[in-house]
């Protein structure tokens, strides 16, 4: 079953009979990340599991939700393999879903860094001042 749309991540059949060599750039990492972050849908353990065409994979038996650039998904467990072994076949729409969470979570990082950076600064401000009371 395919589901393109813009409630699902990666629920996509690709053809290719055999595996493409590894992809390992930030997307298939983002990908890893994503299979960590992944729930399982209650409930959804018993749609039964799917195989990819080239028998080198095999999906969980349950759907999962996971969250990219602040929205939520439903996805399956074969979204790495996908990425990475079958990337020449993954729509564009969807490998934009995956960059955009990507750059999501570099804002946000970069947002923490700045707020850290920010906390140092105010530290080095009252430093001085308690130093001069003594
Ligand atoms: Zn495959």
Redesign the pocket.
Known sequence: MIKNDSKNLLFIE?N?KK?EPDVNDEVTEYAQYLMKKMRPVPGSATKGFHS??????HSGSQTYTVSVAGKSYQTNT?LL??VK??RSEVPEGELKKLYDGIEYEKQKALNKQLKEQQTEDSKETIKPKRAFKR
Request: glycine share 0%; hydrophobic share 30%; charged share 15%.
């Open positions: 690709p290719a595996m990819c065409k080239c028998k080198q994979a074969l393999h996908y072994n079958h």
